[in-house]
C-alpha cells in the first residue's frame, strides 16, 4: 500500500486515488476480547503496537498528501473503548473539545496524523447509492455475508469484518446492477487463538478498491496479497504488479 500510495502522491498512476479508507478492524486488541486467547500478546505491548501503527498511518499520509484519509472503527477497535470503560469508568469522562481523551482513534491519533475519524456506525456513502460498513451486523456475518448485507441495506455497497473476500451482484434497478463486495484482510493468519480451531475462517489477505465515475457508477475490484515462494508479497494494481520488499 505505502508504493501505491507513493506513485500516486507522484502522479504515476492511472487512476487517480481520491481516498483512503481504513474500514475497521485497525489493530488487533487481542486480550480485549472475551474470546481471544492469543498468548504471544501481552499488555506491555499495548505501546509498541501504538507507536507502528501511527507510523504507519503517518507515512501513508505523508507518501500521497493530496488525497483524503478516512478511518472508521471496527469490533476489534471497539474493545479498546470497552476495556477503558469496564476497567477505568472513572477516567473515560475525562474530555476535551474533541471528545473523550481516552477513546480508541485518540489514542492512536489519527488526526495528528492526517486522517478523519468516523466514529459513526452508520454507513460512510458515495454519490447516495454505494455504502462502506466495516460489517459487524448482527446476522450479516458468515460466507453469504455479502448477499446478507446487500439485502439488509438494500443498495450496493461493501464491507470487511469477515476477512473472506467475495461479493454477490443482482440487477433489480433499471439500467443499474447493484451488488456488495466483502474485501480481504491485511492482518496476519498465524494468531495462536485460531490454531487448531475446527472453525478456523480460512482468511485471505487483500484489499478492496472502488472506482466512481462523475454520474456515481461504480466499479469495486478485489486486489489479492500473494505470498510467493520467496516470502514476498504480490498484489496487481492500475494494472501493473506491486512486490514487498
Given at each position: 500500500l505505502k508504493q501505491i500510495a507513493l506513485d500516486s502522491g507522484r502522479g504515476k498512476l492511472t487512476l487517480k486515488v481520491d481516498e483512503y479508507l481504513l474500514n475497521g478492524d485497525i489493530c488487533n486488541l487481542?486480550?480485549?476480547?472475551?474470546?481471544?486467547?492469543?498468548?504471544?500478546?501481552d499488555e506491555e505491548n499495548f505501546a509498541e503496537t501504538r507507536k507502528i501503527l501511527?507510523?504507519?498511518?503517518?507515512?501513508l499520509a505523508h507518501l500521497d498528501?493530496?488525497?483524503?484519509r478516512v478511518a472508521r472503527p471496527g469490533n476489534h477497535d471497539n474493545w479498546w473503548n470497552r476495556y477503558i470503560q469496564r476497567n477505568a469508568p472513572d477516567i473515560t469522562a475525562l474530555h476535551d473539545s474533541r471528545g473523550q481523551l481516552l477513546r480508541f482513534d485518540r489514542w492512536i491519533g489519527f488526526e495528528e496524523c492526517g486522517w478523519r475519524w468516523h466514529a459513526d456506525v452508520d454507513p460512510i456513502v458515495y454519490f447516495k447509492n454505494f455504502l462502506v460498513v466495516h460489517g459487524d451486523v448482527q446476522g450479516c456475518s458468515g460466507r453469504n455475508a455479502a448477499q446478507r448485507l446487500l439485502a439488509h441495506f438494500g443498495k450496493s455497497g461493501c464491507s470487511g469484518h469477515?476477512?473472506?473476500?467475495?461479493?454477490t451482484t443482482s440487477s433489480h434497478w433499471p439500467n443499474q446492477p447493484i451488488g456488495?463486495?466483502?474485501?480481504?484482510?491485511?492482518?496476519?493468519?498465524?494468531?495462536?487463538?485460531?490454531?487448531?480451531?475446527?472453525?478456523?475462517?480460512?482468511?485471505?489477505?487483500g484489499f478492496l478498491s472502488v472506482v466512481f465515475d462523475s454520474q456515481g457508477h461504480f466499479w469495486p475490484e478485489q486486489h489479492l496479497l500473494i505470498e510467493g515462494k520467496d516470502g514476498k508479497v504480490r498484489t496487481i494494481f492500475d494494472g501493473r504488479q506491486y512486490v514487498s520488499r
Open positions: 487481542s486480550r480485549m476480547g472475551a474470546h481471544e486467547r492469543d498468548e504471544d500478546w501511527r507510523a504507519d498511518v503517518s507515512e498528501s493530496r488525497a483524503k469477515t476477512h473472506k473476500p467475495h461479493h456488495w463486495w466483502v474485501s480481504g484482510c491485511m492482518c496476519k493468519r498465524t494468531m495462536r487463538y485460531l490454531a487448531g480451531d475446527a472453525r478456523h475462517p480460512e482468511w485471505v489477505n
